[in-house]
């Protein structure tokens, strides 16, 4: 390796993640040089054809091109991370140390193991194995496989993604005490780090969230309304077949619709 900065590009899109990730390598690793960013699998393939990084960090799931059929694309041209916010994907293939990921949010101990493996590689020049494709084409395999069951049998979801004002926010999931549909986007109300009451919006439908849930910790109640089991104070009866949810803490009164209703028989 020349004496030439390392050269990355970052693709994710969700801009503040983006944002996140090069900030958190800056500290890490303050040599690299962030060259470019890309919204998508498209504009990441654009980015390496114009500016030949040695590293790509690559979103596993971007609207349009994913981020691994960008990196199918790419193949050995440049080093792979993956960052997933999906703890299946971390398969034997990149515990063998071919492929490396970060699971979101990435935390600094693990970024900083896996720039050291990044730098020991350029050390060394060396170039992604021919191996990779067949290790590509099996994790795409994978993400198609889990597309086609919509969720079934995948890991449920472990923190959310929400807006905060102008900030973007980590939720984790256990702290959602319930999620109600709002138009095009999903209500979720939380607890934040000190326990006190708070709400976000959610880009994503809650139809599409449902099934990504923990079953054995979440239950529609409603059409509009996902409630955190362990969130509920008590259940009343209300008029035509219906009930109440209240919570614990807080002051809002969820309903339970006549279709749901079962779920509360033995109250």
Wanted: proline share 5%; charged share 25%; with cysteine.
């Amino acid at each position: 390796m020349t004496d030439r900065r390392p050269t990355a590009l970052i693709a994710d899109d969700e801009p503040l993640l983006r944002d996140e990730l090069a900030l958190m390598l800056a500290q890490v690793w303050p040599e690299l040089l962030v060259v470019a960013q890309a919204r998508n699998g498209r504009e990441a393939l654009a980015g390496v054809e114009a500016l030949q990084p040695d590293i790509c960090f690559l979103d596993v799931q971007m609207p349009g091109i994913s981020g691994l059929e960008a990196a199918r694309q790419i193949g050995r041209r440049a080093h792979l991370v993956f960052v997933t916010a999906f703890d299946h994907y971390a398969l034997k293939a990149f515990e063998h140390g071919v492929l490396d990921y970060l699971v979101k949010p990435v935390e600094a101990a693990r970024l900083a193991e896996t720039v050291a493996r990044l730098k020991e590689r350029l050390r060394m020049v060396e170039v992604p194995g021919p191996g990779i494709e067949v290790m590509l084409r099996q994790l795409a395999g994978l993400l198609q496989r889990r597309e086609q069951t919509a969720g079934i049998g995948a890991a449920p979801l472990r923190w959310l993604r929400a807006g905060v004002g102008q900030s973007l926010r980590l939720i984790p999931v256990e702290q959602i005490d319930f999620l109600r549909a709002d138009e095009k986007y999903t209500l979720v109300a939380w607890r934040s780090e000190t326990g006190q009451p708070a709400e976000a919006l959610l880009r994503t439908p809650l139809k599409e969230l449902l099934p990504q849930l923990d079953t054995a910790c979440f239950a529609q109640v409603h059409r509009s309304v996902v409630v955190n089991l362990s969130a509920i104070s008590h259940v009343t009866r209300g008029l035509h077949e219906t009930a109440d949810i209240h919570l614990k803490d807080r002051s809002e009164v969820l309903p339970v619709s006549r279709s749901f209703l079962h779920l509360f028989r033995q109250m």
